[in-house]
C-alpha cells in the first residue's frame, strides 16, 4: 500500500532537492528545511501547489508562479537576495533568467511529479 505525502512534505522533498542542486553549483547560502524561514516554506509549498493544479504547465509558469507568490508578499528585483528588503535578482522574466536557475523550475517539476 502506498504512502500519500501531504504537499508540505511534498515542499521539503523539494527544497532539499533545490538545496543540493544550489550546492552542486557552489552556492552554500541554502540551509536545511527545519532552519528555513517561513516564507521559504510557504514559496515551496505554493510551488507544489501550482504543479499540482497544473501538471502540464512549463517550468516558464513556475517562475512566473513565484514571481506573483513573491510580489504578493512585497518582493522585488534587486540584485543580490536581501530577506530584509525583499529583493531577488531572480525577480525577472523566465527568459532573463541564467540556465542554472532555469534549471531549479525543471527540477522542483520533476520532484512534485515523482511524488504526487
Not at 530584509?84 to 525543471?106: A, G, M, N, Q, R
Amino acid at each position: 500500500m502506498s504512502k500519500v505525502l501531504t504537499n508540505h512534505q511534498i515542499a521539503r522533498v523539494c527544497h532539499q532537492a533545490n538545496k543540493a542542486f544550489c550546492k552542486s553549483i557552489g552556492d552554500v547560502s541554502h540551509v536545511d528545511w527545519e532552519q528555513a524561514q517561513q516564507w521559504q516554506k510557504d514559496s515551496a509549498v505554493a510551488g507544489v501547489e501550482h504543479i499540482i493544479n497544473n501538471p502540464n504547465a512549463a517550468p516558464s509558469d513556475s517562475h512566473e508562479s513565484w514571481l506573483k507568490f513573491k510580489e504578493n508578499d512585497g518582493w522585488s528585483y534587486g540584485p543580490v537576495k536581501d530577506e530584509i528588503k525583499k529583493e531577488h535578482p531572480c525577480f525577472v522574466p523566465y527568459d532573463e533568467l541564467p540556465t542554472e536557475e532555469k534549471s531549479k523550475d525543471y527540477i522542483f517539476a520533476a520532484v512534485v511529479k515523482s511524488l504526487i
